[in-house]
């Protein structure tokens, strides 16, 4: 068993950042690849971002590429997702997902374990 927590959502103002953390405990993190996903109000959950066991290897969206980094911290078994840049469009629930460790994908019924959530709302 996994449990992720995720922090750090709020509110902030567009072109603004915000740095989320996903702390785990349970299992064994270093072995596990790592994903942010995000959900807005009326929309399906999307990727966001991914990242090896390893730390060097990452997977972006399109959509954040260029304005999101994604980070892990295996000692701390955290995750991070610092976001820059921020748009309304980015407005959404964001979660945290681990996945065993062959995973490399995208979609969301690939990852075992997912934290609860947290609010990320960018106003214009």
């Known amino acids: 068993q996994v449990q992720l927590v995720e922090s750090g959502g709020g509110l902030v103002q567009a072109g603004g950042s915000l740095r989320l953390a996903c702390a785990a405990s349970?299992?064994?993190?270093?072995?596990?690849?790592m994903g942010w996903f995000r959900q807005a109000p009326g929309k399906e959950r999307e990727f966001a971002a991914m990242?090896?066991?390893?730390?060097?290897?990452?997977n972006y969206a399109g959509s954040v590429k260029g304005r999101f980094s994604i980070t892990r911290d295996n000692a701390k078994n955290t995750v991070y997702l610092q976001m820059n840049s921020l748009k309304p469009e980015d407005t959404a629930v964001y979660y945290c997902a681990a996945g065993r460790p062959m995973t490399w994908s995208t979609r969301i019924n690939d990852y075992d374990y997912w934290g609860q959530g947290t609010q990320v709302t960018v106003s214009s």
């Open positions: 990242i090896g066991w390893s730390g060097t290897v990452t």
């Open positions: 349970g299992g064994t993190f270093s072995t596990y690849v």
